[in-house]
C-alpha cells in the first residue's frame, strides 16, 4: 500500500505505538490500515461416488483442475461464499455443506476453508471461470493437474475418510516447497 485508501495522501510504513508490525500509517489523517489475511470459501461438491472439479480459465493455474473456491465476500458466511463459488465455476447447486479442510498458508496470506456438499441431482454446468467441469471417480482423479496443494490434500483427506464413513475437520499449515 504506497496511498492512503481515506484521504488518499502517502502513507509512512512504520510500527504504530501499542503494536508489534509494521502497518501502512497516514500521516495526513492518521488512519492505521491494517492488512489481514484473505479467506478463500470453497467446495467438494460430492455425487455419489464421485466429486466435482473444474478445469480453470483463469490464473493462476489455467487450464489446471481444482475445486469450485474463491474469495469470501463481504456479508456472507464461508459456507454462503462456498455455495456461491460452486455456482459461479460449475453452475452448480450445492446443499448439506459441512466444513471440511482449513489449510493456513501464511507465505501468501490465505486460510482456505472447504466444506463437503452434495450435487443437487448431479446437474453442473461450466461457469466463466472455467474450461470445462466434470464428475469424477478416485481412480479418474487428475492428480498431475490439480491447482492447488490445498486441492489435492482435500482430495486425499476425502478419499481416505470415505472408507470409514468418518469426516472429521481437517487443519493444515501449508508451506513453500524449499
Not at 455419489?48 to 493462476?60: F, K, S
Amino acid at each position: 500500500m504506497n496511498f492512503c485508501s481515506h484521504c488518499g495522501h502517502a502513507v509512512e510504513h512504520r510500527i504504530p505505538d501499542g503494536d508489534s508490525r509494521e502497518r501502512a500509517i497516514c500521516p495526513s489523517c492518521h488512519t492505521v490500515h491494517y492488512q489481514n489475511p484473505k479467506i478463500i470459501a470453497g467446495c467438494l461438491p460430492i455425487w455419489g461416488d464421485q466429486v466435482l472439479l473444474c478445469r480453470r480459465a483463469i490464473e493462476p493455474r489455467y487450464g489446471y483442475w481444482t475445486l469450485p473456491a474463491g474469495f469470501m465476500e463481504n456479508g456472507e458466511t464461508v459456507a454462503e461464499g462456498g455455495a456461491r463459488e460452486t455456482w459461479e465455476e460449475a453452475e452448480a447447486n450445492v446443499t448439506d455443506l459441512q466444513l471440511y479442510t482449513i489449510f493456513n498458508i501464511p507465505y501468501i496470506s490465505q486460510v482456505y476453508m472447504l466444506h463437503r456438499g452434495l450435487l443437487v441431482g448431479g446437474q453442473y454446468g461450466v461457469g466463466s471461470e472455467s474450461l470445462e467441469c466434470r464428475l469424477f471417480n478416485e481412480s479418474e482423479i487428475p492428480w498431475d493437474d490439480l491447482a492447488f496443494p490445498s486441492v489435492k490434500k482435500t482430495l486425499q483427506h476425502y478419499f481416505r475418510d470415505r472408507l470409514t464413513g468418518e469426516f472429521p475437520i481437517h487443519v493444515e499449515d501449508l508451506r513453500p516447497r524449499s
